[in-house]
């Protein structure tokens, strides 16, 4: 998410119209509107590879939807790399109570998926995990609900992420596979 565009507040009706009319992507916060930024290639093929495994494990009552289908939670919208949702579809553009949801990290992002993400994706109801996939190294960091709390774990070389929804295991192979990235120690 980039800065905030120069409208000084919309209503999410005036979002909502604009967002279909337009050829690019903005996100919605209580009435801000920001502009998307494209991705990388090794961003994309990261989430496209985690959209497939995911298509091939969920059943056929849940959606696993790609970065151009919106969050929608309370004055929010967010267009995540990938989405799980089993709940029957109310919106055609929009999920409100997906299970699964994944941000793949960049520069420009990480801060936001890290912090005002976390905090809003955490507030869903149904929201079962939040994966933070890493472009730099190997790496998945874990967010799953447990009850009223939430665990962190942080998954690297040779490890996997059980998910509940869809119920699998997904393998860091198969999150990046065909993607080169360091596999030396190294920093975020």
Request: hydrophobic share 35%; proline share 3%.
């Amino acid at each position: 998410m980039s800065s905030a565009l120069k409208n000084p507040q919309l209503s999410e009706a005036e979002y909502l119209s604009a967002e279909l009319a337009s050829q690019d992507k903005h996100e919605f916060v209580s009435g801000q509107v920001f502009a998307m930024s494209g991705a990388s290639i090794r961003h994309n093929q990261i989430s496209l590879n985690i959209a497939i495994a995911l298509r091939a494990n969920a059943s056929n009552r849940c959606r696993v939807s790609i970065s151009d289908v919106k969050f929608k939670a309370n004055k929010l919208y967010y267009y995540p790399d990938v989405m799980v949702s089993c709940a029957p579809k109310s919106d055609e553009y929009c999920e409100s109570q997906p299970c699964l949801i994944v941000e793949v990290l960049s520069e420009s992002t990480e801060g936001i998926d890290r912090g005002e993400k976390l905090h809003n994706y955490q507030k869903a109801p149904e929201l079962e995990a939040y994966l933070l996939v890493s472009q730099k190294e190997r790496r998945v960091d874990v967010f799953k609900r447990s009850g009223a709390f939430w665990r962190f774990e942080s998954v690297t070389e040779g490890g996997q992420v059980e998910l509940s929804c869809p119920e699998m295991t997904l393998t860091l192979d198969a999150v990046y596979q065909g993607v080169e990235v360091d596999t030396g120690d190294s920093s975020r």
